[in-house]
């Protein structure tokens, strides 16, 4: 029979790190919002998976799993009853007739006491065990709950505090709030999240962010979008695209992720074939902004598409015919694709009017004319 480990497709000694990465792998395979041919057979497996992944996730349960497993999900115990017997004095006292007197009568003491003594049976022992276990239960139970409660206070005191822009005092109480309750994912996202946009600790708050990712029951598009923050402003350009693409999963249709990934591409990796499958994507969203067809241009003319960076040229200028970034392009089309060094300066010189500084560099090396 299927088990966790064969649904998640891992071994049953995984770290949780591998846990959770094959979950989200399979979670993004079968998620009903991301998967447009979703079936019945899908959404069950979804399920399964998630279930599998709650309960793996979860230390006690995963090991209370483990147990089942082992035992072959069975389990039998035996017990035998023991009676204790109590000596019988009165066939002593028959036989030692002969005695003397005061040998008589230690024996009728010691029956007396003897038919005073309680002997416990099983049955004793399992009540008095069971009313420890009880005992040990509450006092867990008490304590679970009093770390709840003191978890969350602190943690709604740490919200308040940030909300209020007072950031030391909300990441004490934030950071408070992890001593009693050390899976809580918001605690996490929050505490990652100053250490990220206010602090300037861009490396811890990764850390915090990958636990807030870790403990979250199902992927939160705005858990990777910090971390693509933190990427970007570390100059980890390739993890930051990463990052932002596991956004787009989630939110396919995202504007401001996709154009944060098309000038990504364009400006900073140089992936001017992403760059082209972005801008152009986002042009189909956003039909006629000039800035997408401006850039989409200048990717395709980078990657030397001559023809389709021509026609995007043309389409840009047909929304705003006196741009100064519009017409150095232009120009670069003209000394690139056409060789045409004549109408190239014709068109720095036009940039160069407008202030564009890389067109007064092009005039200069290229055209023997700087603009006055």
């Known amino acids: 029979m299927e088990n966790y480990y064969d649904i998640l497709g891992i071994e049953q000694s995984a770290s949780q790190k591998d846990i959770r990465k094959a979950y989200l792998k399979l979670a993004k395979q079968f998620h009903p919002d ?61 036989n030692s007739s002969n005695t003397s007197q005061q040998q008589s009568q ?20 399992g009540i008095a065990l069971s009313i420890i276990a009880v005992i040990a239960v509450l006092v867990i139970f008490f304590l679970t709950v009093m770390n709840r409660f003191s978890a969350q206070t602190y943690f709604n005191d740490g919200i308040e505090a940030y909300q209020q822009h007072n950031y030391q005092k909300a990441m004490y109480n934030l950071q408070e709030s992890l001593n009693f309750d050390e899976e809580n994912e918001e605690t996490y996202y929050y505490i990652g999240k100053m250490l990220i946009e206010e602090f300037d600790q861009y490396e811890r ?11 979250s029951k199902q992927p939160k598009s705005e858990y990777f979008q910090l971390r693509a923050d933190a990427y970007y402003a570390l ?7 990463y990052e932002l693409k596991f956004v787009l999963e989630l939110e396919p249709e995202n504007i401001e992720v996709h154009e944060k990934l098309a000038n990504l591409y364009l400006n900073k990796t140089n992936d001017y074939q992403g760059a082209i499958e972005e801008y152009s994507f986002l042009t189909f969203l956003v039909k006629d902004k000039f800035e997408y067809i401006l850039n989409l241009g200048i990717a395709q003319l980078r990657f030397r598409q001559y023809r389709d960076a021509w026609k995007s040229f043309e389409k840009a200028r047909e929304l705003r015919y006196d741009h100064p970034e519009l017409d150095f392009y232009i120009g670069d089309y003209y000394w690139l694709a056409k060789n045409d060094l004549s ?8 940039a160069s009017f407008g202030n564009y500084k890389k067109a007064e560099y092009r005039l200069k090396q290229h055209c023997n004319t700087v603009k006055n």
């Not at 230690?106 to 022992?125: A, C, G, H, R």
């Not at 708050?205 to 403990?215: H, R, T």
């Not at 190239?344 to 010189?349: D, P, S």
């Open 34 to 94: 991301t998967n447009e041919t979703s079936t019945s057979d899908t959404e069950e497996e979804f399920i399964k998976i998630k279930d599998a992944y709650e309960t793996l996730s979860d230390e006690d349960k995963r090991y209370w799993y483990d147990q089942n497993l082992k035992n072959g999900f069975t389990s039998s115990y035996s017990s035998s009853n023991t009676e204790y017997k109590q000596y019988n004095y009165n066939q002593y006292q028959n």
């Open 106 to 125: 230690n024996s009728q003491e010691n029956y007396t006491y003897s038919s005073n003594l309680y002997y416990p049976t099983f049955k004793d022992v």
């Open 205 to 215: 708050g990764l850390d915090f962010m990958e636990n807030a990712i870790s403990f």
């Open 235 to 241: 100059g980890t350009y390739v993890s930051c695209a």
């Open 343 to 350: 109408n190239a300066c014709l068109f720095w010189e036009l």
